[in-house]
């Protein structure tokens, strides 16, 4: 029998219900990507008597889904937000600027940034993003997770560091977390281009 979108996300609400009940826990995150149904699973997960606190979405410059309606869900239910992979995988940082480094994510053959993602627009666009954050004295890392973080229900963002090195670096976007009217229109003009 064929189950209404409705009666999965119910069926799959109160799966996880059970696990969380199991370990004593009535609190849910949840890292989905659609804003109405995000909305309809915080509802289903209330009326169940279960709390939903935080989403986890993908979320950089090069990922901007969130802004077609799941940040103002969240605002609007008073849910935090933790986005995920700000870096685009490390595209926007200079890591990519000279080619495919062969200890990169891009050369890996598994994993989520495939070699055929690192484009030359994508490229042309790091250039100029990170000639935008020079302006700012902030690196282009810096620039992208400050970027992420302007948003006032942002909660915190997962850099997915490997090194020491990234963390210190990423920790100076804390610095400059305001953008001027200026800086967020280059920004759109590069990134709509």
Known sequence: MMRTLHDRMILVCAITIKVIHF????????????????WRAVQILRNLGTACLIQ?????????????????????????????SPLAQGILTDRYLSGIPDDSRAAKPHGFLQREEVTREKLDKVRKL????????QSLAQMAVAWVLRHPGMTSALIGASRVVQIEELVG????????GSELKALEEVLSA
Request: glycine share 14%; hydrophobic share 40%; with cysteine.
């Open 130 to 137: 990170s000639e935008i954050a020079k302006a700012r004295s």
């Open 56 to 84: 986890q979405p993908k979320y950089s410059m090069f990922n901007r889904w969130i802004e077609g309606g799941l940040l103002k869900v969240l605002e609007e239910e008073g849910l935090g937000c933790i986005a995920f």
């Open 173 to 180: 976007a804390l610095g400059s977390l305001h953008f001027t």
């Open 23 to 38: 370990r004593q826990r009535r609190l849910v995150g949840s890292a989905g990507e659609y804003a109405l149904g995000k």
